[in-house]
């Protein structure tokens, strides 16, 4: 860093503006963040010790009741299906990675019209996914929906979302539609970028297909893999709006996941238990936490390795 | 190229894959196609049984007329509009200001704050949700889209501080350096230079930042109710408890809600995939 002048003579503000001027641009963002994001994850700590039904304020209308909002949690029937189902959608929501892969692989040449096709297949994750939940579930429909009458020319039959062992499936399905879409143009840009040379050299050496693939695309592909996994995480543990706009959590709420259980116990018409919302919150929180830690562990080591 | 160009195979295996492609993207397309083709259909046709067969007449118009001059549905659009424009802007100039600081100083501190943004954008939104609420119906801006912006504007800073930060990253420090040797003052380096380069990454950012937010759906429940704030996520459900099993309307109603970010990718489609595919590659 080079400064022009003799510092004595500088203004205060002009000596340390390199530490000033990130401030200031800083503070507007920083401010707006801290009050909307970062203290309501402490206060939702501190509601959920206390029995509140969101009316008037904490202090007032709140009891404390230290942990037992969290003891009820561990008795509690509804929240054991909600994260037995949050623990289908993440297992099962990985399957995204592998099936846009597959359709990248598919779709990477270059014949007429390659691109309208990319981007037709990709137009599913722009949709909301309150109207791909309301498109899956006339998909679904029984007896009219479009599934059915494909299944009826084979003689059977299926009401997924009627059925409280199907519909979570069938609500993880129509999940990975958009999800599946996004991963695939994550690596159709990671392919887009795979070095010509390796590959001409690997087939030299003999290598092909499978083989291919796993020893020298995958490798290259690792940053986009990277992406395709923390979104695909976070979507699963958000899943929110699908549930709600194709089942509502029922039947017999065999499909409620954590972000949704909890909606319902806070604000919906089950009631307003704002503490007891707040523990289930804290929960998905805290397995949420494990995905965050590890993924700023990785970015900071690439940042680490990548410092100037 | 990996799999190997299709050019380079029999011809047999060309035409194979040309005719291969179109029918894999019916199948992808399919439980929307089925939803287009409802929208199109008569009302009699559903009380009739006739789901799937040959429409027995054309209604676009009628169809797509009802939701546009027949219900709620145009001000929820509007309320979209309303709510979702005022967040990007906001959005993308807090995030230009704080990508700025983070990218080009070194302070300590810096690595710390960059990553508050990145784990708080990762955050369940249920955590947040009972706060949020509170603080929004004290500040008197429960079920107003006022009330909405300002937390989207606030939660979206941190991804999009974490596009803008790296982004400028990327740019040649050499030119900020030679600035500073020159003297321009900082905030000129900001606004003259910086910004400048700027422009592909608040045009992806942009266009990002729109449809997420217009498809957002968990905030607009938990911090409006009614048409007079509420976007046109939350709205579908009032529209169709409007017409409960009128398939043809309510399939019209989720296609023209579905319709302004899929116009928005389709028109900008360059800027939105270099958006959402920032980093997939080293």
Known sequence: ?308 | MFPTPIEKRSRAAQITYQSLVPLALIMWLLPLIAVALFSIRPGVDFSNGNYWGVPSSFELFTNYGKVFFESDMPRYLWNSVLITVPTVIGAVALSCMTGFALGIYRFRGNLLIFFMFIAGNFVPFQILMVPVRDLTVDAGLYDTKLGLVLFHVAFQTGFCTLFMRNFIRALPYELIEAARVEGVKEWRIFWYIVLPLMKPAIAALSVLIFTFIWNDYFWAVVLTQGPDAQPVTAGITSFNSQFVAQYHLMSAGSIVAALPPVLMFFLMQRHFIAGLTLGAVK
């Open chain 1, 1 to 308: 860093m080079t400064i022009a002048t003799d510092p004595e003579t500088q203004g205060w503000f002009q000596r340390n503006r390199m530490i000033i001027t990130p401030l200031l641009f800083l503070l507007p963002g920083v401010a707006f963040f801290a009050v909307y994001v970062i203290s309501p994850i402490f206060q939702s700590f501190y509601i959920s010790t206390f029995e509140w039904n969101g009316l008037g304020s904490l202090s007032e209308q709140g009891e404390f009741v230290g942990m037992q909002n969290y003891s009820e949690l561990m008795a509690d029937r509804n929240f054991e299906v909600s994260l037995w189902n949050n623990v289908k959608w993440l297992a099962l929501y990985l399957l995204a990675i592998p099936g846009g892969l597959f359709i990248a692989l598919f779709l990477n040449q270059t014949i007429r019209g390659i691109r309208v096709y990319k981007s037709l297949f990709f137009f599913p994750f722009v949709i909301s996914q309150v109207v791909v939940g309301l498109v899956f579930s006339w998909f679904y429909l029984p007896n009219v929906g479009l599934l059915n009458v494909v299944l009826g020319w084979f003689g059977t039959e299926v009401n997924i979302l009627g059925n409280p062992d199907l519909a979570t499936y069938g609500i993880i399905a129509a999940g990975l539609w958009p999800q599946t879409a996004y991963c695939m143009i994550l690596y159709l840009t990671g392919l887009n970028a795979v070095d010509p040379e390796q590959i001409e050299a690997a087939r030299l050496d003999g290598a092909r297909g499978r083989h291919m693939l796993w020893h020298v695309i995958l490798p290259q592909l690792r940053p986009a893999t990277f992406i395709a996994f923390v979104v695909t995480i976070i979507g699963a543990l958000r899943s929110f709006d699908l549930i709600s706009v194709m089942t509502n959590g029922g039947p017999f709420g065999s499909t409620r996941v954590l972000s949704f259980y909890m909606f319902e116990k806070a604000l919906s018409e089950y009631g307003f238990r704002m503490g007891y919302g707040s523990a289930i919150a804290v929960i998905l929180f805290l397995i949420m936490l494990i995905f965050i830690g590890y993924f700023l562990w990785s970015m900071w080591r690439d940042e680490r390795d990548a410092r100037r």
